[in-house]
């Protein structure tokens, strides 16, 4: 059972890639709010993105395997089920399938490369899946990844493997909320180094 605090979708969907990263960057971020810069690399996803919908409003669906299905650009969701809110780049709507795909840039070069996405990646577009569903009543079977650098996409089960792993993800997430307890640190050092906000922690060197 999925405990969150009384706040109207208190988590982006881009969060679930900060709690992957390290839980602690994102309790410092929704306890000490307005404390972090928006970097470069942030705002040149953002900008990346912009362009890219230009682009794919020109082409078709063979990247993703279709021949044909409605596609709609930045669609805002919300999920009070899920403590979730979120802006998916792209929709792809196959009514008479009764499937709706969400469709999600990336910025990185590993997605339709011999390694594949990170879980980071799958697990936002696990919940732009599942807030889908509750809007549309459509099924979202799969997702896409789409890889700007090297314009390919790697499609994603959103199967109950994945499913399961967002739910159990959101959960922590809402505990650490809830009850305001600082999660442990990454057990991957190396992230701390460059780290904004490795003056917080105390515990780390």
Not at 27 to 50: I, S
Request: hydrophobic letters at 40%; charged letters at 30%; proline letters at 5%.
């Amino acid at each position: 059972m999925l405990e969150k605090v009384d706040i109207e979708a208190p988590f982006r969907v881009t969060d679930l890639k900060q709690w992957v990263y390290c839980p602690r960057i994102l309790y410092y971020a929704v306890c000490l709010p307005n404390v972090r810069p928006v970097t470069y690399k942030m705002q040149a996803g953002v900008e990346a993105g912009r362009d890219e919908e230009g682009k794919e409003a020109r082409r078709g669906l063979r990247a993703y395997g279709l021949e044909e299905g409605q596609r709609k650009f930045n669609v805002s969701l919300v999920s009070d089920r899920l403590g979730l809110r979120g802006l998916v780049d792209m929709v792809i709507w196959l009514e008479d399938k009764g499937e709706v795909i969400p469709v999600d840039y990336k910025l990185s070069d590993r997605i339709g490369a011999a390694q594949i996405a990170g879980i980071h990646f799958k697990l936002q577009l696990a919940a732009y899946g599942l807030m889908l569903e509750e809007v549309s009543g459509l099924a979202a079977r799969r997702g896409f990844l789409y890889s700007i650098p090297r314009r390919k996409a790697e499609e994603v089960p959103l199967d109950k493997r994945m499913r399961d792993r967002l739910a159990a993800t959101l959960d922590a997430m809402h505990r650490m909320l809830r009850y305001e307890t600082m999660p442990e640190p990454t057990p991957q050092r190396a992230k701390c180094v460059a780290c904004e906000f490795r003056r917080f922690c105390n515990d780390v060197f």
